[in-house]
C-alpha cells in the first residue's frame, strides 16, 4: 500500500473510525453529499490526499458497480490504513445509517399507528418522482460518454422497458448493454486489443451469473440474491437498485407489499448513509433483523472485495478502454431502468390523494428543484395530516 506524499504520518484507527462515523451520521443527501463531505475531509481539513489521487478514485469508483461513494469511502480510508482502515472507515461509514434505518423497519413494518402509516404513504407516494428526478441528474453525464446517440437512446429504451415490465432481470438488459458497447467499440476500433485494464476489468460483468441458481430456490438464497444484484450489478447511481429489487420483494417472493416497499425505498432516501440500505428493509420483511444484517452483508461485500482486491489497480482501470466502454452502454441502460421503474412504483399507489402527493412531489422536485430529502419528509407531513383528518389508507 502507498500513501500520498503529503501523507507523513497514518491517521491511527480511532480517527479514521470517528472521522468515517460523523460522515454516516450526517450524510443526507446520496452520493454528492457523501463526496463534498470525503473531499473537505481528507483534502482540505486534513490533507491525507491529494487532489489529484481523490479525483482519480472517484473517477475509478464510477466505473465500478455498487455504491459509488461508499467505495470511495473504503478507498480514502484504505489509501490511509490498508486493509484495517478500510474495513473500520467503510463499516463506520455505513452503520450510522443501517441502525437507522433498522429502527425505522420495525416501526413502518410493524403495527404502526395510523399517523405513521399515513407519514409513510405520503412519502412512498412521492418515490416515483423522485425516481425520474434522479435519472435526469445523470441524462448529461451519461450522453456526453456516449459516441453514438442511436445506441445511447437503444440502451435507454431497452432499460426502461425491462424496469417497467420484468424489474427483476433488469439486470441482464445493464449487462447485455454493456457488453454490447463493448463489441460494437471493438468492431469500430477494429483492434483486438482494448488496453491495459482489460484484465482487471473484463471479469467483473459475469459474476452476475454467480448466485443465479439461488435465485430459484426462494428463503435465505433468494434474499442473497436480491441483495447481490444491488450491491454488485447496479450501474449508474444509487436509485438503479429498486428495479432489482422491486419485483423480487413484492410480486415473486411476496416477502411486502407494493405499499411497503414504497416506504422502504423512501426511508432509504431520507436516512443518512448510501442508499444501498433500501436492502435492509427488504432483508427485514423477509426475514427480521437477521434477515436485514444478512442482505447488508451480501449488498456491501463486493464492494470492500473490489476495493481490497483492486485498489492498486484503480489507475489502470480509469485508463481501462474496456471499463470505459461498458459503463458507456451499462450506464445508459441503468438511466432507462430507473425512469422505467417510475411505472410501477406510481401504479402501486391505491389512494386518489397519494396521486396529488405525486404531482406535487414532482413540481417540488422538477420545477422548483428541492432537495429529495426535504420532498419526502413534505410527503410524509402530508401523509401523516390525512390519516390524523380521518382520511384512506392503502
Known sequence: MS?????????????????WGRIGILGFGGPPAHIAMLRELVLDRRGWMTADRFEHAIAACNLLPGPASTQLAIYSAWSLRGTPGALVGGGMFILPGLLMILGLAALFLGSPPDWVRGAGAGAGAAVAAVAVHAAIGLIGPSREMARSAARWVAYVGAGALAAATVGAWVVLVLLGAGIAEVLARRAESRRPGIGSGQVHTHAWPLLGSLPLLAAGTGGLGALCWTAFKVGALSYGGGFVIVPLMQRDAVEVYDWMSGAEFLNAVALGQVTPGPVTHTIAVVGYAAAGVGGALLATAVAFAPSFLMVLGGARYFE???????????????????????????????????ETWQWAVLA??????????????????????LGAAVALLGGPLP
Open 3 to 19: 500513501r500520498p506524499a503529503d501523507q507523513s504520518e497514518p491517521p491511527p484507527l480511532a480517527t479514521i473510525a470517528r472521522e
Open 316 to 350: 489502470a482501470l480509469r485508463a481501462s478502454r474496456t471499463a470505459q466502454a461498458f459503463l458507456a452502454g451499462a450506464g445508459p441502460a441503468a438511466i432507462g431502468a430507473i425512469l422505467g421503474v417510475s411505472v410501477p412504483l406510481a401504479l402501486a399507489l391505491d
Open 360 to 381: 406535487a412531489a414532482a413540481v417540488s422536485l422538477l420545477l422548483l428543484r428541492l432537495g429529495v430529502v426535504p420532498t419526502l419528509l413534505c410527503a410524509g407531513a
